[in-house]
């Protein structure tokens, strides 16, 4: 993937990287560094910051002042939210700077959405499709199409693809898709 003439890149942008993928916008202030990754089609929103080494899928919205740092991974279909923050370092300190290899990483699954103002603490997966609720701080993994809010973030249901909230019975009253538990998470179920 290079960066290619269907990519808009506002005047006041910085991308440095040539792996921007077609039908991408990066918008006022935002700063794509050399060595990053990003699909096609995503929306990168005013000052968000993508270091080298991070990998973000196709069709991904990074709302404004998104921080996604080196060792971070982000699959096709997700939103950002606004200030949402990611980590990849547990022990950071100034005068014992980490190598690459020693970064932890973070990963967010197909179609997950995390809030405004969130933390991702680094060395955690956020399972396919699941909704992080603003101002949380994810510390652990998040099944799939969990629902979790909080400091620590604790699940508070389950979610939708489609976003709608989940009964006890699993059913989804807005597209009355079905699911069941699988031992971490749900995955889609029909009779």
């Known amino acids: 993937m290079t960066k290619s003439s269907s990519v808009f890149i506002h005047p006041n942008a910085l991308c440095e990287s040539d792996a921007v993928g077609m039908g991408t916008r990066v918008w006022a202030f935002a700063h794509i560094m050399a060595g990053a990754v990003v699909g096609s089609d995503c929306n990168i929103g005013d000052h968000a910051f993508i270091e080298s080494g991070a990998r973000i899928g196709d069709r991904v919205v990074v709302k404004n002042n998104v921080l996604v740092w080196d060792k971070v991974t982000v699959e096709d279909e997700v939103f950002l939210g606004p200030n949402a923050v990611f980590t990849n370092d547990m022990t950071p ?99």
Request: net charge positive.
């Open 93 to 191: 300190r100034v005068g014992f700077k980490k190598k690459p290899e020693e970064l932890i990483p973070t990963l967010v699954r197909r179609g997950a959405s995390i809030g405004a103002n969130a933390t991702i603490v680094c060395g955690v997966t956020i399972g396919e499709y699941a909704m992080i609720g603003a101002g949380s701080v994810v510390t652990r993994d998040v099944p799939p199409h969990a629902l979790v809010a909080g400091t620590p973030a604790d699940q508070q249901g389950w979610v939708c693809v489609c976003g709608g909230h989940l009964g006890e019975d699993l059913v989804c009253p807005v597209c009355a898709r079905r699911f069941r538990e699988t031992g971490f998470g749900l995955e889609a179920w029909t009779q």
